[in-house]
């Protein structure tokens, strides 16, 4: 068993300093009962990962301040969790239970494998977790992937491959577009320029990118241009932006992009529906805090 956990200052001391409410039901979500007993189940679990991943010793005072905000934190995720399964049935999406099963399984030969932990059994009880929890855990998963994929991000966009040079004065800039008029060579000039450490050896090359992954000044510039066309200098918060667009068309978006993007609509949408539900937090931790203070 990891030191951290059952050591002085472990995961055990850190359950003997967190609130555990008295009463039965801790939140309303949309009408629904969220109980303590599993906000507690929830809270311990996130003490034990928290505590293993980070090493945290909790006899540090400055620490224990943190738990107020780490119990609220708890609190919203279980909130979250309620209303992700809310939508889900709304939307009737399921998670289906023979993908659960082939998942638990796959996690537990992962945990076996690793040799971290003495067996399954061990993991579970070293983080506070049951079969049937880890179950509820992928459950929650599938049913976020179905519900970001009915949300449907398009799949192709309009895009451009664009270069840039980077300065951080107008007075640089200029100079730099006064040699690009003599002919000089956007990547040299790239290369003996640009601030930007990830495109400045490659001749400024930003590659190809959506509307949606740039700084508002430095997007609104690329996406005017036509191909072959180069900007003047755009400020941005980085400093003064020289844009050269290569090309320009519709095409399908990166697969790892695309999957960024679909997590980031997703919780813009999520967030929406959180603040048109009806949520009633029955208990504030660091309200209570601050009263005792």
């Given at each position: 068993m990891p030191e951290s956990i059952t050591e002085p200052g472990g995961v055990d001391f850190a359950l003997t300093l967190v609130t555990i409410p008295e009463q039965e039901i801790i939140a309303l979500v949309n009408g629904e009962e969220l109980s303590t007993t599993v906000y507690q189940e929830n809270l311990s679990q996130a003490l034990y990962a928290a505590t293993a991943q980070y090493q945290v010793d909790w006899n540090d005072p400055e620490i224990q301040s943190l738990l107020p905000v780490l119990q609220q934190q708890v609190l919203d995720e279980a909130i979250d969790r309620m209303l992700l399964r809310q939508i889900a049935l709304q939307e009737d999406i399921t998670a289906d239970p023979e993908v659960i099963e082939a998942e638990v399984a796959e996690v537990q030969a992962q945990v076996e494998e690793s040799e971290v932990f003495a067996d399954w059994a061990a993991f579970l009880t070293e983080n506070r977790l049951t079969e049937e929890s880890v179950r509820r855990l992928i459950a929650d998963s599938?049913?976020?992937?179905?519900?970001?994929?009915?949300?449907?991000?398009?799949?192709?966009?309009?895009?451009?491959?664009?270069?840039?040079?980077?300065v951080?004065?107008?007075?640089?800039?200029?100079?730099?577009?006064?040699?690009?008029?003599?002919?000089?060579?956007?990547?040299?000039?790239?290369?003996?320029?640009?601030?930007?450490?990830?495109?400045?050896?490659?001749?400024?090359?930003?590659?190809?990118?959506?509307?949606?992954?740039?700084?508002?000044?430095?997007?609104?510039?690329?996406?005017?241009?036509?191909?072959?066309?180069?900007?003047?200098?755009?400020?941005?918060?980085?400093?003064?932006?020289?844009?050269?667009?290569?090309?320009?068309?519709?095409?399908?978006?990166?697969?790892?992009?695309?999957?960024?993007?679909?997590?980031?609509?997703?919780?813009?949408?999520?967030?929406?529906?959180?603040?048109?539900?009806?949520?009633?937090?029955?208990?504030?931790?660091?309200?209570?805090?601050?009263?005792?203070?």
């Open positions: 599938l049913l976020t992937e179905g519900l970001t994929e009915l949300r449907g991000v398009p799949k192709e966009a309009e895009q451009v491959q664009a270069s840039h040079i980077l951080e004065t107008e007075e640089t800039g200029q100079e730099v577009l006064d040699k690009l008029d003599e002919g000089e060579d956007f990547a040299d000039l790239a290369a003996e320029y640009s601030m930007d450490p990830g495109s400045k050896d490659q001749g400024g090359d930003l590659g190809w990118f959506p509307r949606g992954q740039m700084v508002p000044e430095f997007e609104e510039a690329a996406f005017e241009l036509e191909p072959g066309e180069t900007s003047d200098l755009v400020q941005s918060d980085y400093g003064y932006h020289i844009i050269r667009v290569l090309a320009k068309e519709e095409r399908e978006i990166d697969a790892e992009l695309y999957a960024q993007m679909q997590q980031r609509d997703f919780q813009v949408w999520f967030e929406d529906q959180r603040a048109e539900s009806d949520i009633e937090m029955l208990y504030d931790f660091q309200a209570t805090e601050q009263e005792g203070e």
